[in-house]
């Protein structure tokens, strides 16, 4: 049966075998492209120390900045989410911040520079040296991301980029850059997820158990 916009009006009932078929594929392929992730141990490595790069900087005062374009950006948002909020563990706040949220930042930056300026500015602003730098750019083509990542860099900033398999851009100026075995970005997004997830995962079981160095306040003194 061919899909027809319209054909699951009210009253319809059951699904299609062609959509079906179309369903039991994309979940395939999903799975195919994190068989791969699986199978590579240098990926592996590379994942879990990021997630020590991250637990790193946290303890240690830093902060982590992360940005993207559309889904990418949600992907930012999403990440940074887990940790000023939680990923799992019971704990304190941690200091993540996606510069794809200031609408008034990014429309002015953009209208008066460039849209290619909209996250190297917010780093010049808000980055310091220890800091992290988090560039996700499925193409790893986005002007944008690729000048906030060298401008990061610049200040003494870590860098880690995510990517799909084509992403050489990204990755060349990146300190580390998961190069997801994908070029459908669907697949590369889920994989990012994926990804992400195991270094809030790896950062947060690292902090509880070494906390965050505590800072002396100058107040009564």
């Known amino acids: 049966m061919d899909y027809e916009p319209g ?29 791969a992730l699986l199978k590579d141990p240098a990926l592996r490595r590379m994942i879990a120390r990021v997630g020590e790069e991250f637990a790193s900087a946290l303890r240690n005062g830093n902060k982590i900045l992360l940005f993207g374009n559309g889904g990418s950006a949600a992907d930012a948002q999403h990440i940074a989410a887990e940790f000023v909020g939680r990923y799992i563990i019971e704990r304190a706040p941690l200091p993540a911040i996606a510069l794809t949220t200031d609408t008034s930042a990014l429309t002015a930056i953009a209208n008066d520079y460039s849209y290619d300026d909209v996250f190297s500015r917010q780093l010049e602003a ?6 992290i730098a988090v560039g996700f750019s499925t193409s790893g083509k986005s002007p944008n991301v ?21 992403g050489h851009a990204l990755a060349e100026l990146s300190d580390y850059c998961f190069c997801v075995p994908a070029v459908a970005t669907p697949r ?10 195991i270094i809030c995962d790896i950062a947060e079981t690292l902090l509880a158990a070494s906390p965050r160095k505590a800072t002396k306040s100058k107040r009564g003194r």
Do not use: C, W, Y
């Open 126 to 131: 808000l980055g310091s040296k220890g800091d």
């Open 146 to 166: 690729l000048k906030a990542i060298a401008a990061a860099r610049k200040k003494g900033m870590l860098t880690v980029g995510f990517t799909g398999q084509n």
């Open 7 to 35: 054909m699951f009006r009210q009253g319809a009932t059951g699904l299609p075998a062609k959509l079906g078929e179309v369903v039991a594929t994309t979940i395939r392929q999903s799975i195919r492209v994190q068989q």
């Open 188 to 197: 590369i997004q889920e994989s990012h997820t994926l990804i992400a997830h």
